[in-house]
Nanobody
């Protein structure tokens, strides 16, 4: 059974940083042929949007709104995907979700990120 558990959210001031983690289980994490992992976010009243994705060990892509500020990485030994978020802005406030496509799509429960003074 595929499970994704996010953590690391919180309240931070503009310009601050947070690192989100997504611990995965139920599939072969380092078999890049069979899984494709992503981070999404959903702000109040808005649709869920793709933030970043990783294909293979290091091939990453980012939404224009977070390029140069967010860094996605993965640690196969820990079965964990990370999202390092720097220079956070109020518009980054959202619930952040881990997502994997492994046969079908799976979601984590989400972690709240609030950027506010």
């Amino acid at each position: 059974q595929v499970q994704l558990v996010e953590s690391g959210g919180g309240v931070v001031q503009p310009g601050g940083s947070l690192r989100l983690s997504c611990v995965a289980s139920g599939f072969t994490f380092d078999d890049y042929r069979t899984n494709f992992m992503k981070w999404y976010r959903q702000a109040p009243g808005k649709e869920r949007e793709l933030v970043a994705a990783i294909a293979g060990p290091i091939s990453t892509s980012y939404a224009d709104s977070v390029k140069g500020r967010f860094i996605l990485s993965r640690d196969n030994a820990k079965r964990t995907m990370y999202l390092q978020m720097n220079n956070l802005k109020p518009e980054d406030t959202a619930v952040y979700y881990c997502n994997v496509i492994f046969g079908r799509e799976y979601w984590g429960q989400g972690t709240q990120v609030t950027v506010s003074t």
